[in-house]
């Protein structure tokens, strides 16, 4: 089973490094095959929003850069872990860098779910995804804005399996491993 | 005429001349130009090419009493190049210089018919806005922005009278120094068009586009 990690932190900060370590054993020590991306080390060009992706060369962005790779190791994980400092609520520029440029993975085409208007898939299957935010101090709002926004993104990619998080930073390294657990469990990662 | 202030415009999409944040900001600009602001423009994915082009960004930013934030939404939430945006403002903002008071409209467009798709993209400028000690004027929300695909407002007749009601009472709100009122956040909210009509004008737009590429059957393609 294939995981990929995608560590939105910002160069030269560390407050992502607990939760990423233990995402890291956890899914080692697991079995899973695991492929981790340091997105703030890459250049990966923001997305242009000219539907190219959908309608010039479908499925496929018109960036030929590492935003391209990623998505192809994304749609070909078993499961996607996107881990992120938790910036006003969302996700960094960083992890959204990687993020805007998926959508080459949904189809153009409309279709309503729930009475609300989302796209129809692309492909058969689509990974698990695991959403973990950090933050440096306990913020109830911003964490109801995270877990929404992780929920929003389910709702339009509609993976098998979805879960989201936040860890504040001045947890301990037990508590980190319990929590990132929890949200494993919640994806049915097993071994 | 003196002056009632300086309202900076950022217009954070990258389909230029097609943009409809830029449609929906530039109408708003020129309402309160109108009256008796000053105003200025920039376009956020511009800014991120060069030091000099980040460094006119947060001067230009320091200078504004009013920051109007138009895009449209990415993923369910702000694009990338916005986000970073508002980490080098928040950031700027807490270098050690005195907080000086500022309001933030922002104005949100997406492709999909509900304006609700937005909520959340809103809900993360509002808290940007607290993080970065700005007052927060209100967000607008407007569904199926690709019906006015970059178009003037005042070109588009009937269609658009809704949005045009709303930044109008919007400017007026931010003219008087206060939070935009509920009526223009409604009036904004309502769909263009039916979500029915929209889908199928969608559909006919994708497969119209793509046979300017030849890719008419490969739309659905599973290239991964």
Redesign the interface.
């Known amino acids: 089973m294939k995981a990929v990690v995608l560590n939105g932190s910002?160069k030269g900060t560390s407050i992502l490094d607990g939760a990423y370590k233990s995402i890291l054993d956890e899914l080692t020590a697991l079995g899973w095959d695991v492929e981790s991306f340091m997105l703030h080390d890459m250049k990966i060009h923001?997305?242009?929003?000219?539907?190219g992706c959908?309608?010039?060369?479908?499925?496929?962005c018109v960036i030929d850069d590492a935003g391209r790779d990623i998505?192809?190791k994304v749609?070909?994980s078993d499961l996607s872990v996107f881990l992120t400092p938790v910036?006003?609520?969302?996700?960094?520029?960083e992890l959204?860098?990687a993020?805007?440029r998926?959508?080459c993975l949904i189809?153009?085409?409309?279709k309503?779910i729930n009475g609300?208007?989302?796209h129809k898939h692309?492909?058969d299957r689509y990974p698990r995804m695991m959403y973990v935010g950090v933050l440096p101090r306990a913020d109830a709002?911003?964490e109801r804005?995270f877990n929404?926004?992780a929920d929003?993104?389910a709702l339009?990619i509609r993976p098998p399996a979805h879960a989201s998080g936040v860890i504040i930073n001045n947890q301990s390294k037990k508590e980190i491993r319990e929590d990132i657990q929890t949200l494993l469990r919640m994806v049915e990662v097993e071994k | 005429m003196k002056s009632n202030g300086r309202v900076l415009l950022l217009v954070g999409?990258?389909?230029r001349p097609r943009s409809t944040s830029e449609s929906l900001g530039t109408y708003l600009l020129e309402g309160l130009r109108k009256r008796g602001f000053e105003t200025e423009t920039l376009i956020i994915?511009k800014i991120f090419g060069s030091d000099e082009a980040r460094n006119a960004l947060l001067a230009a930013t320091d200078r504004s009493d009013i920051l109007l934030l138009a895009f449209?939404l990415?993923?369910?939430?702000?694009?990338?190049?916005v986000?970073?945006g508002?980490?080098l403002i928040?950031r700027h903002r807490h270098a050690g210089q005195e907080l000086k008071s500022q309001r933030l409209l922002v104005i949100v467009n997406c492709g999909?018919?509900?304006a609700?798709?937005n909520n959340?993209a809103i809900?993360?400028?509002r808290?940007?806005s607290q993080?970065a000690g700005l007052d927060w004027a209100g967000g607008l929300s407007l569904g199926g922005g690709a019906a006015i695909s970059g178009r003037p407002l005042v070109k588009m007749g009937g269609m658009v009278r809704n949005v045009i009601r709303s930044l109008d009472l919007a400017s007026d709100a931010l003219a008087e120094g206060n939070p935009i009122p509920r009526e223009a956040v409604d009036l904004m909210s309502k769909p263009l068009i039916p979500?029915w009509v929209?889908?199928l004008l969608?559909?006919l737009g994708?497969k119209r586009?793509?046979k300017?590429?030849g890719?008419r059957k490969?739309?659905?393609?599973?290239?991964?």
């Open positions: 910002e923001h997305c242009l929003g000219c539907f959908w309608v010039k060369t479908p499925g496929i998505v192809k749609i070909r910036t006003f609520g969302g996700y960094s520029s959204k860098k993020l805007d998926i959508i189809s153009p085409f409309f309503k609300e208007v989302h692309r492909y709002e911003s804005i929404t926004l929003r993104n339009n | 999409s990258a389909r994915p449209p990415y993923v369910d939430s702000p694009p990338a190049l986000i970073k508002m980490e928040n999909f018919p509900e609700q798709h959340t809900a993360i400028c808290r940007f993080e979500s929209y889908m969608g559909a994708w586009q793509a300017r590429f890719t490969k739309l659905s393609d599973r290239p991964y």
